[in-house]
């Protein structure tokens, strides 16, 4: 559906910022980013759902992914698709088989010492409300202050979102000028064009809501002019396997890309969406996930994963959107209802879902980032949060607030006017007195591999009026060690945690101001390098 009156769409395009890659001179992906480790499926293999298959974590101590799978399995089994990256392996199992048997299968095949789990191949599908031929004009952009944000910047084309979804329609007269210029990938096809099938909008919308041609004469505005990359991991009936998923996912990490938009879900857990999520956020990327939109207190994954932003809806006067899913996992909402971005055929619709409110957290992020390329990963997660704006709702309804892009582009990061740093957080430690505890601890850890390595420790507080904490980490010459910390004696990792020092080297360091009442948990995560370290807490009191 073409909303009333769009911009005269007959500009002509330029190609200088991106070409699209087409016909036999173009140079493919593996000449741009190397070999891929996702195996190619069995040749004939349908694309979309796949009820018939069974998703095996293999240990990391396995050399061969493909081998421990086959070994496991009964004869009747056949191991159809491999990732080596994530460590799993895709086994069909037979589609005549009862219930009963798929029961013992899964059974049998995690007696292996190299099989961790075994689960569904479930699958995910688009979250969107039906369009309504009476939802007005473009409302987003200006309720969460684009167009002062676009007085500073409308998007570094550095700055990579991917949208695994549909595909997006590439040579849109929106979208063409924010592809990047290596388009993507289809994962259902498994080929190096993602162009979405026949009656397929949904990722084209999303795509057009995260970056579309801002004041280019044609079309919408996106929220930003970032980069885009296409990967096509649902069917024209907006569905798709968790494997597909999955590669997408650590495609777009292998990829260099920024922010992950994911306007799908499922409802339940995963480990291999798990995995892929994690394997992204180790590699600095913003990952943004969709609440879901049946209306219920639940998310749905992989928005409710840890390492992902997850998304609620609110209508144009910021109030919940009916359909909205919500939960405590709500990190952020935005505007997704009567949303107006790009549909296939070069044409312009409006669709409502959190589907629609996830890219505009995207490109909220892809100019926060364009405004501040020395963002790491954790630290843009954490300015979102902070310049995002209180609109009254619940927690649950709307985290830490609605998405402001203004605030994202405006508000120093490192500074002292909000925004925070996870390396530089703010204390007031002026008014301490002499009493002083100290606390020690110290290990190894090997930072070489996959995911590194953690140690966690925890810390009471011990003098009799508490005033400040100093957490020093002093690790081996060479490598990057962070510290996480929680306030709250919690378990932190390094996507839940409440203080921070990562990226600084071997020697990280964290001084709090003290209310007294704080109790700490820490975590020693080895990103690179490996060695001995020591951990020193000093405790004051007045």
């Not at 995963?270 to 913003?286: I, M, N, P, Q, S």
């Not at 310049?387 to 709307?398: H, I, K, N, P, S």
């Not at 820490?522 to 370290?533: C, K, L, P, R």
Request: charged share 25%; hydrophobic share 35%; with cysteine.
């Amino acid at each position: 559906m073409t909303p009333n009156g769009p911009p005269d769409d007959t500009a002509e395009p330029t190609y200088d910022r991106r070409s699209i890659l087409s016909g036999t001179g173009a140079i493919g992906l593996a000449g741009l980013l190397g070999s891929s480790t996702v195996t190619s499926a069995t040749p004939g293999r349908d694309p979309g759902p796949r009820t018939d298959e069974i998703l095996l974590g293999i240990s990391a101590g396995a050399d061969d992914v493909a081998a421990e799978a086959r070994s496991a399995i009964p004869g009747d089994a056949e191991v159809v698709h491999t990732n080596e990256t994530i460590r799993y392996a895709v086994v069909e199992f037979p589609s005549a088989a009862p219930d009963r048997a798929r029961e013992q299968f899964i059974d049998a095949v995690t007696a292996s010492p190299a099989v961790e789990y075994a689960e569904p191949n479930a699958t995910l599908q688009s979250l969107l409300e039906p369009n309504d031929p009476y939802y007005g004009y473009q409302y987003a952009p200006e309720l969460i202050g684009c167009e002062r944000a676009w007085e500073t910047t409308r998007g570094d084309e550095d700055v990579v979102i991917a949208v695994v979804d549909q595909g997006i329609q590439y040579d849109h007269p929106a979208l063409e000028e924010t592809m990047d210029e290596r388009i993507g990938r289809d994962f259902l096809n498994g080929d190096d064009d993602p162009y979405p099938g026949r009656g397929g909008d949904h990722g084209t919308h999303v795509g057009g809501i995260a970056a579309g041609g801002t004041d280019d004469g044609t079309g919408h505005a996106g929220i930003s002019d970032c980069s885009l990359l296409s990967l096509r991991a649902l069917d024209a009936d907006g569905v798709g396997s968790l494997s597909d998923i999955a590669d997408a996912i650590q495609w777009a990490a292998d990829a260099d890309a920024d922010i992950v938009t994911l306007s799908l879900g499922v409802d339940g857990s995963y480990r291999t969406l798990t995995a892929a999520c994690e394997y992204a956020a180790d590699r600095g990327v913003l990952l943004v996930g969709a609440a879901g939109n049946d209306g219920s207190d639940r998310v749905y994954s992989p928005a409710a994963e840890d390492s992902v932003v997850a998304v609620a809806a609110v209508d144009d006067d910021d109030s919940i959107a009916s359909f909205s899913n919500t939960g405590p996992e709500i990190e952020l909402a935005a505007p997704g209802s009567r949303i107006v971005s790009s549909t296939t055929g070069g044409d312009y619709g409006r669709m409502s879902g959190t589907s629609m409110a996830t890219p505009v957290v995207a490109g909220v992020a892809g100019l926060a980032l364009s405004a501040h390329p020395d963002l790491s990963r954790s630290q843009l997660r954490d300015h979102l949060r902070e310049t995002a704006v209180d609109v009254g709702l619940a927690d649950d309804q709307q985290g830490y607030g609605r998405v402001d892009a203004a605030a994202a582009v405006e508000t120093d990061p490192f500074g002292d006017d909000g925004g925070g740093s996870e390396d530089e957080p703010e204390s007031d430690t002026g008014n301490c007195g002499d009493e002083t505890v100290t606390a020690s601890a110290s290990g190894s850890l090997d930072g070489s591999g996959w995911w590194g390595e953690s140690k966690r420790y925890g810390y009471s507080l011990r003098t009799d009026d508490p005033c400040s904490i100093t957490i020093d980490l002093e690790g081996p010459a060479r490598g990057d060690f962070d510290l996480y910390v929680t306030t709250d004696g919690s378990r932190p990792t390094r996507w839940s945690h409440d203080e921070a020092a990562a990226g600084a080297g071997t020697s990280p360091s964290l001084t709090l101001a003290l209310e007294g009442d704080e109790s700490f948990g820490i975590q020693v995560h080895a990103d690179s390098g490996s060695g001995a370290y020591t951990l020193q807490v000093e405790e004051r009191g007045r």
